[in-house]
């Protein structure tokens, strides 16, 4: 088998890896190099986490368990710093060194940061990555200023996200109109007027020399002499391709790795695709080209003389909110061009088409972009529109059948998904072909709607146009579990209750599932909605739970393991530390740390060393990994502190034994505090209790990780029985109504704080659920020890063969 590495494991790289795996999926041994330590995610969709739209799990494009069932090696938070092309080989800042018959450089680019004074200031960023987004969310949490500077698509987003997340927000910008190349002025001064209305403050034509502050950024001097505050920069004014690494193999490098039309660099069997590649001197900066170039080298590199990838017409869109904009090729007139304008200003809508010789050359729309496709697709097919008169080329008329919404009027070949390169015919032929009913499985099977989704309504309606009177519109916009069926998390767990259903295969089978395996996505969540609804009987499907939980230790970056045995509400004793030394020390553990839940873990573990060294421990499961309970945090509260009200570490020891090992949709965290000091932390937590005089009170639904949330006061209680009995009911609660994967915030959240309180006043609920939690609790045992007494499971799970892949995602 050949070898193929690629470095970066991004967007347009794992996509070209996609392709490849498409056409000849055992062709290569693939490792991949990712510097980010995470697996492939929509970055697209950062601007949609800043506005609050959705968190991150949601937009993982390629989970962990996706390059395992591919064999693909991922080394995450491990990045690429040589290429020897001489010897065919790769060196990582880890040390690692990999051989390559082909290698793909697919590294992306970094934010462009002003180089003038004060730019490392604390509390300047750009805005490219997951960590920017975070640090964005935590300012804005402490900070209330912010200053974007870039009026582009990028800025704009970003501020957009800034004033939902509380902040006053102004935008710098050095031209005399936003988005200057893609927009008008007329357009450019719309888009302004909306902002503002929205609440973004504009400093135009501003150029920024300084940024001030000590060490903390505090404000920005502007060329003219003028300043303003800031407690917050962002920099958005570019980005710059990624190719250090390309550079310093002496690879040819100009604005970015010089590639050919099929993908190849100056140096042979290497070659480069995405925002680090410069094709005929263009660097692209969108999906929609660079999904394009994955396709050719993907077919190139499978060695099929495919098409050459000839460049690309890019169509613009902004991601805010009551913003309707679109704007593809030229913009400006030149002498050559006619223009066709229309310009309501009552209604703020405008349209701009450039000509040149019949040929649809540009396009700016603004305030109304139903024709955008259509007019994509006549510009770049140089469509011929001397038949035409100009208002119908401006209007959806020019068919003579109806408005471009009209799915029945549009070609085939017309482009619905741009990011994706998905057409209307290629949608039609996959639902008539793979009998689709939703749009899930069609953005499922088509990649259609699957970056920045803006093409979903369109989706939509070639869905309903195609299925006809079989076109079922709240189905259709049914949530399924994943491609692998059209049956959502309500139905499911109603078929699995109604047809007695008992195991994972069973139900896909009875349920018809159209991939007969599963994937990744629906077999963890049909193995958990089988054990909470058949509380005692269901045998656990070890094999369809996700990787970490299988190895019952969670995989860290370079493939080693960690340990993290239990220490019930994080008190601990001078015998338990001493075997955690001596286990340490004789498997020569590099990393001995204190965990953030109140106990100690064993970094950079061998796997075939894993059941010896529980043995050895002899304490039980931290359950570090799992979506279960992972730890009550408490604080030392009455027992030794001169605040403490309440005895936390009693209260959270009870709390960790009995619920420890629960299966639940997400992890759950717990913390205990004796004062409303709360030195656990308790507010942050899934559930928190702080005590007060005479009794504690519980919070619900914090959550101290990306989604930064205060919990909400549930109730308050006088005594420990209380507490345990509606910690019992809550959980349950929340394990029979979650969707698999929902932390207890979101869940809080979707179903109403008012509406989960009254279900838990009623005290006959109440006992059902806490029955119910009892019957679960009952039937769990503790792993590491059924590990150590059981052969077979050594054998399966952690003998020395076993395939390795990077981290799995905190
Ligand atoms: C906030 C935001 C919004 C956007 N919105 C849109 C939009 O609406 N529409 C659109 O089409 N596009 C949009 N984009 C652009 C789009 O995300 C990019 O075009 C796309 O991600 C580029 O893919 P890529 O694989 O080339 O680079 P990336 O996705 O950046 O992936 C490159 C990866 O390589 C890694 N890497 C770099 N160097 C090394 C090394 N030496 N070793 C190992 N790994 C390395 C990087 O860490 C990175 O993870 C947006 C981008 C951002 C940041
Ligand atoms: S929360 Fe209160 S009781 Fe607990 S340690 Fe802090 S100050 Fe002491």
Known sequence: MKKLVMIGNGMAGVRTIEEILKVAPEQFKITIFGQEPYPNYNRIKLSNILQGDTNFEDIIINPLDWYKENNIELFTGDAVTKIDVEQKRVISEQGRVVEYDELIIATGSNSFILPIPGADKIGVTGFRDIEDCEMMIKSSKQYKKAVVIGGGLLGLEAARGLLNLGMQVDVVHLMPNLMERQLDPIASSLLKTELESQGMNFLMEKETVEILGDDQVKGLRFKDGSEVEADLVVMAIGIKSNTQVARDSGIYVNRGIVVNDFMETSVPHVYAVGECAE??????????????????????????????????????????????????????????????????????????????????VGVVLYGDTKDSTKLYRMLTKKEDISGMTSISVLQSECTGEGGSDDVAS???????????????????????????????????????????????????????????????????????????????????????????????????????????????????????????????????????????????ANIQKDGTYSVVPRMYGGVTTAADLKKIAEVAEKYDVPLVKLTGGQRIGLFGVKKEDLPQMWEELDMPSGYAYGKTLRTVKTCVGAQFCRYGTQDSMSLGIELE??????????????????????????????????????????????????????????????????????????????????????????????????????????????????????????????????????????????????????????
């Not at 209307?424 to 699957?450: F, M, P, Y």
């Open 279 to 360: 094709h005929r001197e263009i660097v692209y900066g969108l999906v929609a080209p660079l999904y394009e170039q994955g396709k050719v080298l993907a077919s190139r590199i499978c060695g099929n003389v495919g098409e050459p990838y000839q460049g690309s017409v890019t169509g613009t869109q902004l991601k805010v909110a009551g913003v309707d904009l679109f704007s593809a090729g030229e913009i400006f007139e030149d002498g050559s061009t006619k223009s066709i304008m229309v310009y309501n200003e009552y209604d703020g809508v405008y349209k701009k088409i450039l000509t040149r010789n019949n040929v649809i």
């Open 410 to 552: 549009m070609p085939n070949d017309e482009l619905v998904c741009g990011c994706n390169g998905v057409t209307k015919g290629a949608i039609v032929e996959a639902i008539k072909t793979q009998g689709l009913t939703t749009l899930d499985q069609v953005s499922h099977c088509t990649n259609a709607g699957r970056s920045c989704g803006r093409c979903k309504p369109m989706v939509s309606n070639i869905l309903a146009y195609t299925l006809g009177d079989q076109f079922d519109a709240a189905a259709a916009q049914k949530t399924s579990i994943c491609g692998c069926t059209t049956i959502s998390r309500e139905e499911l767990v109603e078929e699995i209750k109604a047809k007695g259903l008992t195991s994972v295969k069973e139900v896909m089978n009875v349920l018809e599932w159209n991939n007969e395996e599963g994937c990744t996505k629906c077999r963890p969540a049909i193995n958990y909605y089988l054990g909470m609804i058949h509380m005692d009987e269901y045998k656990d499907d070890r094999d369809s739970r996700l990787v970490n939980e299988k190895m019952h």
């Open 657 to 810: 034994k009995k619920f420890e090992r629960l299966d639940t949709p997400h992890k759950v965290k717990m913390g205990v505090s004796a004062c409303p000091r709360n030195c656990s932390e308790a507010g942050i937590k899934d559930i928190g209790f702080v005590g007060i005089d005479g009794g504690w009170e519980i919070y619900v639904a914090g959550n101290g990780g990306v989604d930064l949330r205060p919990g909400d006061l549930l109730c308050t209680v006088k005594t420990q029985e209380e507490v345990m009995e509606l910690t019992g009911a809550y959980l349950q609660y929340y394990r029979e109504t979650a969707n698999y994967l929902e932390r207890t915030s979101k869940w809080v959240e979707r179903m109403g704080l008012e509406h989960v309180k009254e279900v838990l006043a009623d005290e006959a609920t109440r006992k059902a659920l806490n029955e119910r939690m009892d019957q679960t609790l009952r039937k769990y045992i503790e792993p590491w020890n059924e590990a150590i007494q059981s052969e077979e499971i050594q054998d399966k799970y952690y003998a020395k063969r076993m395939i390795t892949v990077g981290s799995e995602s905190k």
